[in-house]
């Protein structure tokens, strides 16, 4: 568990699936190979003599930037996906998330407009869902990515039964 | 225009209740009257332009020319206003057991139901032709951000004030038995709170920031002409002008003849040059609200307060012109309104509490402790995060509401009532962390304001995360109905209902000073 300095006190947080690690290494794998490839082309057509522009140095630094960048983020997703965490209290759900940029959200049960369960095609072969829930605010970004299929659709159900039991309007 | 007023008399003459009615018959030719002026240009212009010429108003050579242009032309017309006549008639609204329900369409029908008690707040439209015609548009908001939830375009004003009244005393839980069907509902008395003067408007706009927008831009062009010995650059400008013009004359129409009132139904603002608005924002239904004060204002102590409300929607949509709430106006107005948005401040001086929140500045010494006048302000450690706003970041958590401060220069005050909270989060990045501060968001509904707490102390922010999450909870609690006159007396249901025709429309006010009808001049 990373620093926890804006945690409320005394929460006992539970995680993520680790097998999420897996969706963002997948994701990640996705995004960078092909912004990798894109963007060495220009290397190879200067190596390859068809190009005389760009300049050797900036073909070579401009994908090796957008390389190591690419890295540092692999090696952040481990402990990115072991930093999301939740905790069911009496009255809110609370989410946290972050090492760099921490975020603790709490949403009470009775703010709850709805209840969304969403699952992609590579957690769905690792038998993982996202949960995400709405107030009426559009800031209330709260999801909850990895959760075991299972445990998703029990915090659905709970989620629903106690927002129900404590639903308030506006 | 007078066949059709007969028409609304007629309709006037039934029942409120459960009846389907129409929209006023010439409606459609207010709404499209673009449309109409279109073709009427197209076709009308050659015969005018003859006729000023002293020669006869039908072409004489109209048999050789198009014929076929002019038929077309009047083939348009009917269809345009056939067009019109039917959307009128398949246009049907109807109030009735607790919901408003419109049908519009006749080749693709819609039917639309809102439920009354979720009214977040309810307009009266005029725009300057409909305004001549004694005509205006009737908005439900729900809270559902962007496009008004039912619009009844148009009404004559007063069968729209009568249904404005009429739902709102549905809404607030005055009638409910089916025995009061059909008796007319009285227009709550309303008591005007405060005006703005045309003066201070106009002095409000020439200081705005738009003004030192404008000058700054002005002084770079004058700038970039001289460097390129260039006059042509001031032709590019003239666009620039029309278009500032433009927008300092709809400030300006939107601003004049500001005048807030307050009545048991809630809060009643109006508004309007040529185009006239009057918004009523039933009790309970403002999420935020925001006292913001340019550099410049600062000279002749203005204000200007913004609101948020769950059926104006966020910036850019259809609504967000209707989130004003004091175009501008001095500190004893921002007291009265914000005493009519949070009749409850919570405090017991709040005359002191909400003047440190719009002025107050914590002293800067070493010794002094992170408070100034109950705000809890940035913690002195974290002054190289914040140089200039570090005495100013506060909050100060009433009880029955969350007051945020910020802004050195660009002072604001951000008030959240307790039981208004959606949801919140900490924030904290690593240059946060290194000074041990972190911000708290709280989520309202879309609109101009949101609230932030900036920079305040690890330990204060997530005490306040901790306890406003408690007090949102409690305060929840405490507010048991969507219908706020049934939330005063829920015990006895029947009894209430009974009496709050009088209660809910005169008592509240036993001697309301001003009952004089400033209904849209």
Request: glycine share 8%; proline share 7%.
């Amino acid at each position: 568990m990373p620093t926890a300095a804006i945690d409320p006190p005394g929460v006992q947080w539970l995680r993520v699936s680790p097998k999420y690690v897996t969706v963002r290494l997948v994701e990640w794998a996705i995004g960078n190979v092909l912004l990798l490839v894109v963007l060495s082309l220009p290397l190879l057509c200067v190596l390859l003599g068809w190009w005389r522009w760009p300049p050797l140095w900036l073909a070579v630094t401009v994908p090796a930037v957008v390389l190591v960048l690419a890295l540092w983020r692999l090696v952040l997703i481990p402990r990115q996906v072991r930093a999301i965490g939740y905790a069911e209290r009496d009255d809110d759900l609370l989410i946290r998330r972050g090492i760099f940029f921490q975020r603790t959200m709490v949403v009470p049960y009775g703010r709850m407009q709805y209840v969304d369960v969403a699952v992609g095609p590579v957690e769905r072969s690792l038998g993982l869902c996202t949960l995400k829930l709405h107030t009426a605010s559009a800031g209330t970004n709260a999801h909850l990515p990895g959760l075991p299929a299972e445990e998703g659709a029990r915090l659905r159900e709970q989620l629903s039964a106690r927002g129900e039991a404590r639903l308030a309007g506006l | 225009m007078s066949p059709e007023g007969n028409a609304a008399v007629s309709l006037r003459d039934e029942t409120v209740d459960g009846v389907w009615r129409r929209v006023h018959p010439a409606s459609p030719f207010v709404r499209g009257w673009v449309a109409l002026a279109a073709v009427g240009y197209f076709f009308g212009r050659d015969a005018f332009e003859r006729v000023l010429q002293g020669r006869e108003f039908v072409d004489p050579n109209l048999n050789s020319r198009a014929p076929w242009l002019l038929a077309g032309g009047a083939v348009l017309l009917l269809l345009t206003v056939g067009g019109f006549i039917l959307s009128w008639y398949f246009t049907r609204y109807q109030v009735a057991e607790g919901y408003v329900r419109v049908n519009t369409g006749f080749l693709f029908k819609q039917q639309r139901q809102a439920r009354l008690d979720r009214v977040q707040a309810i307009d009266i439209v005029q725009p300057l032709l409909a305004r001549i015609f004694g005509l205006a548009e009737l908005k439900f908001e729900v809270a559902d951000a962007g496009e008004s939830a039912v619009r009844l375009a148009y009404l004559p004003l007063d069968q729209a004030k009568q249904l404005r009244a009429t739902i709102l005393a549905r809404a607030a839980g005055v009638v409910s038995g089916p025995e009061a069907a059909g008796e007319e509902v009285p227009e709550a008395p309303e008591h005007v709170v405060l005006s703005v003067p045309p003066g201070r408007l106009i002095g409000s706009l020439l200081l705005s920031e738009q003004t030192v927008g404008i000058l700054l831009g002005a002084a770079a062009a004058v700038g970039v002409s001289v460097l390129m010995d260039n006059q042509a650059i001031y032709l590019a400008l003239i666009p620039a002008i029309l278009g500032i013009g433009a927008a300092y004359w709809s400030s300006f129409n939107k601003g004049y003849n500001f005048t807030a009132a307050i009545s048991p139904d809630g809060i009643r603002l109006r508004y309007g040059l040529l185009d006239t608005q009057a918004q009523t924002l039933p009790p309970g239904r403002i999420q935020a609200v925001m006292v913001a004060q340019p550099p410049i204002w600062r000279i002749f102590g203005w204000y200007r307060m913004h609101v948020n409300v769950a059926g104006y929607g966020a910036a850019g949509t259809e609504g967000a012109a209707r989130t004003m709430l004091l175009p501008v106006g001095l500190k004893p107005d921002v007291m009265r309104m914000m005493s009519l948005v949070l009749p409850d401040p919570g405090v017991d001086d709040p005359e002191r509490v909400f003047t440190a929140g719009l002025t107050g500045l914590a002293a800067g010494g070493r010794s002094a402790g992170p408070s100034d006048d109950g705000f809890v302000v940035t913690p002195r450690r974290a002054r190289l995060l914040a140089p200039l706003g570090w005495r100013r970041n506060g909050f100060f958590a009433t009880r029955t509401a969350l007051l945020i401060r910020s802004g050195r220069w660009w002072r604001t005050l951000v008030v959240v009532p307790h039981q208004r909270t959606q949801s919140m989060a900490l924030h904290q990045g690593p240059l946060a962390r290194r000074f041990r501060v972190a911000d708290l968001v709280l989520h309202t509904t879309a609109g101009p304001v949101s609230p932030r707490v900036f920079q305040a102390g690890v330990e204060q922010a997530v005490e306040l995360f901790d306890q406003q999450a408690a007090r949102a909870r409690e305060a929840r609690k405490r507010q048991t109905s969507e219908q706020w006159l049934a939330q005063v007396a829920p015990q006895a249901p029947e009894v209430a209902a009974a009496a709050q025709p009088q209660l809910g429309h005169s008592e509240q006010f036993p001697s309301p000073l001003q009952q004089e009808d400033r209904q849209d001049g």
